[in-house]
């Protein structure tokens, strides 16, 4: 057999307190190990940068534990198997799963969310629009957000990879989708691309300004991956029976000490609210029923989706600065030769 290449790999170094920084990730080459029974080798393509990132990277109360300082960042990514011990993955199908910001890694079934080994969309869809995001979108709205037809929908990070299948579902569904997000041409694209009737910069003016324009008669249903002086200001706008979707904090910049707000569980019980958390890895089991009624809509032309790909291992950090300070369009990826 001849010898494996190197690996290289971006590991966290020190803790970060926020939005992880490039100083807090350092890359290195590591010698990689022969496979044992049950593992499968897997050649990385397409890394996935996500805002759920700063929360595996940072301590304090999370979903999942810290990534612990000097191993590989924690991340979701799409590649090939090139080397396998175990007869289910075979060398040359594909993976969607925890495979980390790295060009190889050793797997065991466990590791994975999707496989496919025949692609029904191009392979960077996997780790988007048929991956954590758009299944976020689909299985948070209708499981949490249950959408009935003449609802108005409001969206946060309206434009982004979660967001943007959100805003067309929400329309495919018979809502008035309305977007939030934190740029001009974003608003336009929402528009003119995913399906909003409305969509509004929220740093043009306060948010009260914003919302009264915006959603002049309430909202039905908020999907809210910001938290904070949106969701506020949202609370106080939510039609009686409404619900909200909890997910992401995008705009909280540390739990740690734990941030203090308005009070506001007057307006959850006075409206009768229902406010759910949501974490996609709970509904493993739905994802490829979903990713099947995703893909279909993909291939009718149903459904838009941008990415955003840069190329090579060493970008990834910067790109999670990036996505946090809105410089994205679309779906973050890390493209691997
Ligand atoms: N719960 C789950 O299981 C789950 C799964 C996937 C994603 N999510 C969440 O969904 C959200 C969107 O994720 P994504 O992958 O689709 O990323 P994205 O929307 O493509 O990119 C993140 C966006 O967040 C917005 N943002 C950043 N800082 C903000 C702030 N302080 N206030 C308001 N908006 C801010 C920016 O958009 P603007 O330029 O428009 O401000 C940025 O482009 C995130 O909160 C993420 O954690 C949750």
């Not at 946060?156 to 939030?180: D, F």
Request: proline fraction near 5%; hydrophobic fraction near 45%; charge should be negative.
């Amino acid at each position: 057999m001849t010898a494996l290449p190197a690996n290289r790999r971006i590991l966290l170094v020190s803790r970060p307190v926020g939005i992880p920084q490039p100083g807090d990730f350092a890359i290195d080459e590591a010698v990689q190990e022969p496979i044992h029974d049950g593992q499968f080798r897997i050649r990385n393509l397409f890394l996935s940068v996500d805002p759920a990132q700063r929360g595996w990277a940072n301590e304090g109360s999370n979903y999942a534990p810290a990534v612990p300082l000097g191993s590989v960042m924690r991340a979701l990514a799409v590649g090939r198997v090139v080397e396998t011990a175990h007869a289910d993955f075979p060398v040359g199908s594909h993976v969607y799963g925890w495979l980390g910001w790295q060009h190889y890694a050793v797997a065991t079934p466990a590791d994975i969310l999707s496989q496919f080994t025949a692609p029904a969309a191009p392979l960077s869809c996997y780790a988007g629009i048929l991956g954590i995001n758009g299944l976020t979108a689909h299985l948070a709205l209708n499981g949490i957000g249950r959408p009935r037809a003449g609802d108005t929908v409001l969206v946060s990070t309206a434009a982004g990879a979660v967001g943007s299948v959100v805003g067309q579902l929400a329309r495919a569904q018979g809502c008035e989708v309305v977007g939030l997000t934190g740029d001009d041409d974003k608003a336009r694209l929402c528009q003119a691309r995913f399906g909003y009737h409305r969509a509004d910069n929220y740093k043009t003016g306060t948010i009260d300004t914003v919302l009264d324009a915006a959603v002049p008669d309430g909202v039905d249903v908020f999907f809210d991956s910001v938290g904070g002086e949106i969701l506020d200001a949202t609370l106080r706008r939510m039609r009686t029976g409404g619900r909200i979707v909890q997910c992401g904090t995008a705009s909280i910049a540390t739990w740690n000490p734990a941030p203090v707000g308005l009070r506001n569980e007057r307006e959850v019980l006075t409206r009768r609210l229902s406010w759910g958390g949501f974490v996609i890895f709970d509904h493993v089991a739905e994802f490829s029923g979903a990713i099947a009624e995703l893909a279909a809509a993909l291939r009718s032309g149903a459904l838009a989706y941008d990415e955003d790909i840069r190329a090579g291992l060493d970008r990834a950090p910067e790109a999670l600065v990036d996505l946090y300070a809105g410089r994205n369009r679309g779906k973050v990826l890390i493209s691997l030769d």
